[in-house]
Structure formats: C-alpha cells, structure tokens
T-cell receptor, first 115, second 110 residues
Framework: NAGVTQTPKFQVLKTGQSMTLQCAQD?????MSWYRQDPGMGLRLIHY???????DQGEVPNGYNVSRSTTEDFPLRLLSAAPSQTSVYFC??????????????FGEGSWLTVV | DAKTTQPNSMESNEEEPVHLPCNHS???????IHWYRQLPSQGPEYVIH???SNVNNRMASLAIAEDRKSSTLILHRATLRDAAVYYC???????????FGTGTRLQVTL
C-alpha cells in the first residue's frame, strides 16, 4: 500500500529556478491538496483539487501552480523560486465520501531550500 | 470556514493521562471533529474523529461537549513517542478546503 507518494524528498534550488514537486496517490481519492509548513509553524494550504480537471487556491497560492489531469497525480510547480519558498511541502489526499469514514492521508514531505 | 482554537503547547509526564482541548464555537451541525498529529520530521497522521458521541480507538479517546463547541483529545497514558503537534480540524462531507491551525505541541517528559 503506497498511499501518498511525494518526490523528491529533498531539493536545493537557486533563486529564479523552476521545479515541480510530484505527488501521487493510489487510493482513488477525489480530493488532493498541497500544504507548506515553515519552521515551527502549522500547515498552510497552497492549492487543492476536488477532482481531475478542477483546482482552486488555498491560503498561500502565490508563486505556485497546480494541475490535475488524472485522479492519481497532483503536481505542484514553483514558477520562479524565491528564498521565501524555503519550506517543507506536504501533499495530502482524502476520499470524497462522507466524513464519518473520511480521513486525510499525508505524504512524507518534500524539504525544499531556495538559495 | 469554521475555525478551531488550541493551546500552543502542553506538557505531560510519561505514563500520565493528557487532555488536549480544542474550541470550535462556530461548528455547524454537519461538521465532524478530526484530530491529527505530526511527529517530528513526518507528515501528519490521523488519530481519531467524531460527530456527537465520545469515541475511543487504540490510540486515544475523543470527548465531545454536549453543545459540540469544544472537544478534548485524551491520551490515557502518554509515552515519549506521543510527543508531537496535535491538530484539531473540522471536516464537512462536501468541503474541499481544509485548513489547519498551529496545533498544540505536546512535550512528554520522564
């Protein structure tokens, strides 16, 4: 059972570079989302998706793009990396069913440093 | 979106019970109360959830106030491995946007 898989686990970028954080889930979940977590802080929602072809912005969307062409994959693109985007990124997924049996599954995180 | 409020940090001695509070005064009738915890350098993991009645599982118990405006996560015997940040969130069936607060950082000492 793979669950939610994020790659890469660690990445160092130079300011201005672009990159994509990959996220894949094998649970056929409708909902997927990306969070960032700065040191000593809680999780902040970047973007989310309620299904293939549908995405929307969260609390801190600036500087990031997402797309959802398949149910399984939800990549996060950094368009032009800035030091302020140094953070740990978590991908999460959950089913679209009733919340009585609906739990969120998180990936292990991607540690990104922008120098 | 309905918000939750938790203390920033709490401390406990090992082998003692821990009661982690969460206030959610604007909860709606269809919101489920979920708790997650985040161990150091890991992604959050599910702990427990409930709607109106108290709930027990192998990890913890969840006590929900009668008016549902607050809840308490109970760890019956804290261990060093329970040291983590605990998040209380409200989940609707149709909601697609889930926001996490800063959670409660639990320290467990010998």
């Amino acid at each position: 059972n793979a669950g939610v898989t994020q790659t890469p686990k660690f990445q160092v970028l130079k300011t201005g570079q672009s990159m994509t954080l990959q996220c894949a889930q094998d649970m056929n979940h409708e909902y997927m989302s990306w969070y960032r977590q700065d040191p000593g802080m809680g999780l902040r929602l970047i973007h989310y998706s309620v299904g293939a072809g549908i995405t929307d912005q969260g609390e801190v969307p600036n500087g990031y793009n997402v797309s959802r062409s398949t149910t399984e994959d939800f990549p996060l693109r950094l368009l032009s990396a800035a030091p302020s985007q140094t953070s740990v990124y978590f991908c999460a997924s959950r089913s679209g069913g009733p919340p009585s049996g609906n739990t969120i599954y998180f990936g292990e995180g991607s540690w990104l440093t922008v120098v | 979106d309905a918000k939750t409020t938790q203390p920033n940090s709490m401390e406990s001695n090992e082998e003692e019970p821990v009661h982690l509070p969460c206030n959610h005064s604007t909860i709606s009738g269809t919101d489920y109360i979920h708790w997650y915890r985040q161990l150091p350098s890991q992604g959050p993991e599910y702990v427990i959830h409930g709607l109106t009645s108290n709930v027990n599982n192998r990890m913890a118990s969840l006590a929900i106030a009668e008016d549902r405006k607050s809840s308490t996560l109970i760890l019956h015997r804290a261990t060093l491995r329970d040291a983590a940040v605990y998040y209380c969130i409200l989940m609707k069936g149709t909601a697609s946007k889930l926001t996490f607060g800063t959670g409660t950082r639990l320290q467990v000492t010998l």
